[in-house]
């Protein structure tokens, strides 16, 4: 009898926890993960690049009419920035929201901190930044993009991380570079530097080391040495286009470090058909290169071989592809109707291609440069990798 009884004591334990086991996800990593913005549902998709497919969809995140989103350095949350100036904080091995604060009236952006402890928003209204605690979302630093002697505030744009738990920004409003150390979030410490006429959008080259701020109101680009910030801005390719009837601006383009290839930096000229090449150091032109219609993304290959551009309307169902080697064309293809976003794969064997009016993602094999699948989405925009969790200015 006491044997049964310790026989059958003995087996519960081990139901018990079969069960537990079996109810439990299956274990995995978040390399291989990312987001797509599904902009007119107010959802992301969860989605994973190794099998190609959608695991989950998260709802709830307000206007991603220009989302944007940056990763844990574990790679397992998402921080979404909505229009709305919504900060979300998505739990991408859960598919839960794990944190939401509304911070601002406008934001299209963030960063995250080199040691991955805040988590820094762009807002455009109120102008300035905001930081936050990248586990609780606890607001720890407030800095307003004020200028004048009125106290008006800008809009901020190009915002990227540096080493030192630093941000480098622009002010649209201000023509001002400004970089704000956080390494002690409770006493932030901001340096200004004069730029050129309304910074639009801004990279920092993958070493971290210059800072480059494409502008609106004039022909050229404002670039800082954050090595030798003492030498103050440069403004580079001056009136690139002197001379020429500019176009009308459909879209404004959009820069990131995803635009140096090679030893150079490719760039939308604003308001042209064209590519401008710069070598990175001497900063000098080398090459323009006609595209068909006004460059949104200028994207570079993980490789640094090629670099595929996305157009504004009304061709913004078109990509062409550049192969850096010899600075030309070597492929046009139409993947879709209004081709918004493009990323590339950690390795770069593919790119997912967002179509928003055929609400889909066509994922495209970058050799052959043929389609491999496809996935329904509703009005995709923004797709986002969390390779991006360990690459400077993403």
């Known amino acids: 009898m006491l044997h049964l009884i310790v026989k059958y004591m003995w087996w519960i334990p081990v139901v018990v ?31 994973e690049t190794s099998g190609r497919s959608s695991l989950a969809q998260v709802s709830g995140l307000g206007d991603l009419s220009h989302a944007s989103v940056v990763f844990s350095r574990d790679g397992r949350y998402a921080y979404v920035f909505g229009r709305d100036g919504g900060l979300t904080k998505v739990d991408l091995l859960t598919a839960r929201i794990v944190g939401r604060v509304v911070q601002a009236g406008n934001s299209i952006g963030g960063a995250v901190s080199q040691d991955g402890r805040l988590v820094v928003a762009q807002n ?20 307003p993009a004020e200028f004048g002697s009125e106290g008006k505030r800008s809009k901020v744009v190009g915002l990227a991380d540096l080493p030192g738990n630093r941000f480098i920004y622009s002010l649209f409003d201000a023509n ?8 002690d979030p409770r006493n932030p410490k901001t340096e200004r530097y004069p730029a050129g006429k309304q910074p639009y959008d801004a990279l920092v080259t993958p070493d971290g080391r210059y800072y480059i701020a494409g502008l609106f109101g004039e022909d050229g680009l404002s670039m800082l040495d954050l090595w ?8 580079i390719l001056p009136g690139y286009g002197r001379g020429e009837q500019a176009l009308p601006v459909y879209k404004m383009p959009h820069l990131r470090g995803w635009a140096v290839a090679a030893g150079r930096a490719y760039l939308p000229a604003i308001g042209r058909h064209e590519v401008l090449v710069v070598e990175l150091g001497s900063w000098k032109e080398v090459a323009r290169i006609p595209v068909k219609s006004q460059p949104v993304f200028v994207m570079a290959r993980p490789d640094g071989r090629e670099v595929w551009v996305n157009f504004a309307f009304p061709d913004n169902g078109w990509m062409q592809v550049i192969d850096t080697f010899t600075n030309r064309l070597v492929d046009s293809f139409q993947p879709g109707r209004a081709i918004l976003h493009l990323e590339f794969t950690p390795k770069g064997e593919a790119v997912w291609i967002s179509a928003r009016d055929d609400n889909k993602v066509a994922i495209y094999d970058t050799r052959s ?9 509703a009005s995709p925009s923004g797709i986002f990798f969390t390779s991006r969790a360990f690459r400077t200015g993403f």
Do not use: N, W
Request: glycine residues 10%; contains cysteine.
């Open 228 to 235: 030798q910030p003492g030498q103050g801005v440069h403004t």
């Open 369 to 377: 440069r043929q389609k491999i699948t496809e996935l329904p989405a």
């Open 176 to 183: 001002e570079i400004r970089v704000t150390d956080l390494s």
């Open 124 to 143: 455009y209204e109120p102008g300035g930044i905001k930081a936050f605690d990248a586990d609780t979302l606890e607001l720890v630093a407030d800095v």
């Open 17 to 47: 926890l079969l069960s537990a086991c079996a109810t439990q996800p299956p274990l995995r990593g978040t390399g291989d993960l990312g987001i797509v913005i599904e902009r007119a549902t107010g959802q992301v998709q969860v989605i």
